[in-house]
């Protein structure tokens, strides 16, 4: 394919959403098409699954309906928008990405590897991200970036599993030292903006 894929992955509050604008900004700048998104979320569609996801009221929902929901959402984002934004030689940002399932359904509420693999591959036609910024901060720093009023239902869950969120990222970037970028997300906004920048350049995709 000829675009470029990027991804933004980590616990909550850690500055995905910040550095992915600013990705977008200075990519726009420098002359490129750019089509940042987010997940859950993205089409409409995916967007109404993400209003599922999030929503408090839902406290009952199952690790299983979780995943598949999240898979739903992802496969029409994928097949509706990312796909053919590379296909038009695009890049694509996306504020987070499948490893989140990895590390939420996986690492953290530990439904099996092998399933969420096989489910991710069926649900993203098998596009893999071609750089993963995994922005790493201590759990607690990260939740108290995030005011309370907008918590919603995955940010109210305990520490321990955030923690478990953390660690899952962290073991998933062992798997693939090319693709994976772990980031200090604790330094300056700015200094982490030139260490993303620095990073795709040395793939060789940019100018
Ligand atoms: N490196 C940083 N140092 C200090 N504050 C930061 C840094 N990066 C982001 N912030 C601030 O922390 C808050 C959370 O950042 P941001 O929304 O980018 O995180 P996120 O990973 O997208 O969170 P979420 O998981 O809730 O979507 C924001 O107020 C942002 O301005
Ligand atoms: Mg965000």
């Known amino acids: 394919m000829a675009g470029f894929f990027i991804t933004f992955e980590g616990v909550e ?3 995905k959403t910040t550095q992915a604008k600013l990705l977008r900004e200075y990519l ?3 002359g490129y098409q750019v ?3 987010r997940e859950p979320g993205g089409p409409g569609i995916s967007e109404k699954i993400r209003n599922i996801l999030l929503d408090k009221g839902n406290s ?3 690790p299983e309906t979780e995943l598949l929901l999240y898979m739903a959402s992802r496969s029409q984002h994928t097949g509706q928008w990312i796909i053919p934004a590379l296909q038009k030689g695009e890049i694509v940002i996306s504020d987070r990405y499948y490893d989140s399932s990895l590390a939420y359904q996986g690492a953290a509420r530990k439904i099996n590897r092998n399933i969420i693999d096989i489910i991710i591959r069926y649900a993203t036609f098998g596009l893999v991200p071609d750089i993963t910024f995994i922005i790493d901060i201590p759990v607690e720093i990260g939740l108290s970036r995030i005011t309370a009023n907008l918590a919603d239902r995955l940010e109210s869950e305990t520490m321990a599993f955030h923690e478990k969120v953390r660690q899952g990222f962290l073991d998933i970037a062992r798997e693939d030292e090319k693709r994976y970028i772990i980031i200090d997300g604790r330094k300056d906004i700015d200094e982490i903006h030139e260490q993303i ?3 795709i350049k040395l793939q060789g995709r940019l100018q």
Request: charged share 20%.
């Open 28 to 30: 726009i700048k420098e």
């Open 35 to 37: 089509l940042l998104t």
């Open 13 to 15: 509050g850690c500055g």
């Open 60 to 62: 009952e929902m199952l």
């Open 197 to 199: 920048i620095h990073s």
